[in-house]
């Protein structure tokens, strides 16, 4: 189901949107660069954004400490296994989560018979902020994971600036100050996600089953990385039409996606659109026919966890009233999470 915009849902690929100018640039040329990016949001929903503000060399040593970990023996990575959606922190083994479209409300029975059937094919290593003043990141050992700790901290505070410099121009595109939505986000409530999809027969992909299946996004934004092992492709989103096209591999770029909350304060102004992560194609194969291994480094972004999401002014009319209730971030995230992950 594509969630909104389908009036005017672009059938090319996902828009390009060159950011160098955006963080020193005048108010004009923020608010052209911030006038393409609504326009992503409007139609597609996703959008790639050249010249980041995150060092290139600090996202390859993330990916490169990410496959490290992950080579660790299962019985390493166990000890450090997801807890509760409260916390959202630890390891992810394969099989413990399904990612899915359908509406929770009601629908327990029906997808817990699918995580059971066909769980996603991944793991991964989910990190919160440091410090944080209850919940605490699973850290491997440094003799088992040297330097990990240190590069994905640097990397989460470092990424997480760029996230604000994103909110910023979608405050601007919104119609609103520049800095409307700082006191939203500078609490760091996000959660660095390190994705493994193992390498496979080509056979695992039988009876519907995909490395993510089709889903939106929880948050208010979700910032993918894009490194030289990501040419694989994977990463497809749902067009108009109900089809699916994949997205382009851009090197030195961030994939961004609106998710849920953002929808929600943009009462469906900008739309949070369903996407998935399905197997590479034919010519893509290892040289004997399997499946190939792809990392992924993602950064999901969210509101304040403290603050309430609400239609933000300018975003409603008499005409056009708010079509979400106000919601507390955390509760949002934590409802939709726990019908994620099953233990």
Known sequence: LFRSGDNSMSQGPIPIVDFAAFPNGTLEEKKAIANQVMDAFRTVGFLILQHHTVPQPLVDAVFDRSKAFFDLPPETKNLLQWECAESNRGYVPPGMEKLS???????????????????????????????????????????????????????FNTAHGFHVHVIQCIALALGQDEHALDDYVDGRDCNLRLLHYPECEKSAFANGRMRAGEHTDYGSITMVFTHKSMTISGLQVKQKDGSFASAPFVENSVVVNAGDLLQRWSNDTICSNVHRVVGPVEGELTEDGRIPARYSVVLFCNPNFDRSVHVLPGCSSEGNPPKYPPVNSLEYLVSRLSATYFK
Do not use: Y
Request: cysteine-free; hydrophobic content about 30%.
């Open 101 to 155: 479209n359908l509406d929770t409300e009601g629908k327990h029975a029906e997808l817990q018979e699918l995580q059971q059937t066909a769980p996603d094919m991944k793991e991964s290593m989910e990190i919160g902020k440091e410090p944080s003043p209850k919940w605490q990141n699973m850290w491997p050992a440094e003799d088992d994971a040297p330097k990990f700790k240190e590069t994905m901290t640097n990397f």
